[in-house]
């Protein structure tokens, strides 16, 4: 498999079609917008270089399953897109025991732009948006504490990972501040398997703790390994709001591209749309 130069991975292109709902005024809690955003997802992953395990299983079930009851993703009311990727999110989940990949929190950060001055919404749409592939509950709570993390940077130009642990249950409030403790003490390198939703997010914070300014916490990031791209796109999320579009080098900004065909400025657009 090759990349290009500046090319990006499977983590910005899932989260171009949430960031063209946002963008385009619409509501991602609703099971209309959130049909549209699977529709995309299925048409970017059969032509995709790299596709999540997990995502693929619940994708091409989802292709399957309208096919077989409409005709095809098209054919299929948006609204039920949206029920079929659930499902399919639940079975595979019960199949495999767990859902707990990393693929729904890479994609999340439109979430916390999209509803800056609603918090409650945030939080809903953060979790729902990532249930529509990832049934396990350790995956809604990294989303809902990265999109309140981003969120907080944002508005108030301060880093705090932790602020979004009031909005989870109190008992996985305590789980999640204890791994976000342990985070903070290690190197990204020594958190293993950050394809798991609450490893990656680990390391992220890890990287984000050790790194000075935005390019550095992204070599950190990227010197994890393992899942490498994915990694430095949650930190990416983050650290970007820390420290601004400003910070990103012009020569990364510049080669910035990919799927469906866009680049960079295109983000930037879009993404100018959903500021308040
Ligand atoms: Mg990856």
Not at 75 to 81: I, Q, S, V
Not at 119 to 136: D, N
Not at 140 to 160: E, K, M, P, S, Y
Request: hydrophobic share 40%.
């Amino acid at each position: 498999m090759t990349w290009d130069l500046g090319e990006w991975t499977d983590d910005t292109a899932m989260a171009i079609p949430i960031l063209d709902e946002l963008a385009a005024g619409n509501d991602v809690r609703t099971p209309e917008s959130q049909g549209r955003i699977v529709r995309r997802w299925v048409e970017w992953h059969e032509g995709a270089k790299d596709v999540g395990i997990q995502t693929r299983a619940v994708l091409s079930r989802v292709k399957g399953q309208a096919a077989q009851r409409y005709g095809d993703i098209y054919k299929t009311p948006d609204a039920e897109l949206a029920k079929i990727s659930r499902d399919a999110a639940a079975l595979v989940h019960h199949s495999r025991g767990h859902s707990g990949g990393n693929g729904s929190l890479m994609r999340t950060s439109p979430i916390a732009i999209g509803y800056l001055n609603d918090t409650q919404a945030l939080v809903e749409a953060a979790r729902a948006v990532s249930e529509l592939t990832h049934l396990e509950e350790d995956a809604g709570d990294g989303c809902v504490i990265w999109c309140l993390a981003i969120r907080h940077a944002v508005v108030t130009g301060q880093l705090d990972v932790r602020i979004g642990l009031t909005a989870l249950d109190p008992e996985r409030r305590a789980l999640w501040a204890g791994r976000i403790d342990h985070a903070e003490t290690v190197r990204p390198s020594e958190i293993e398997n950050n394809g798991w939703v609450v490893a990656a997010l680990q390391a992220s914070v890890s990287a984000i703790k050790r790194g000075q300014g935005l390019q550095d916490t992204l070599e950190e990031a990227v010197r994890a390994g393992y899942d490498t791209d994915t990694v430095a796109a949650i930190t990416g999320q983050l650290s970007g709001a820390q420290w601004g579009a400003s910070a990103v080098p012009a020569e990364w900004a510049r080669a910035l591209h990919g799927w469906p065909g866009v680049t960079g400025k295109y983000l930037v657009d879009k993404a100018e749309k959903l500021v308040p």
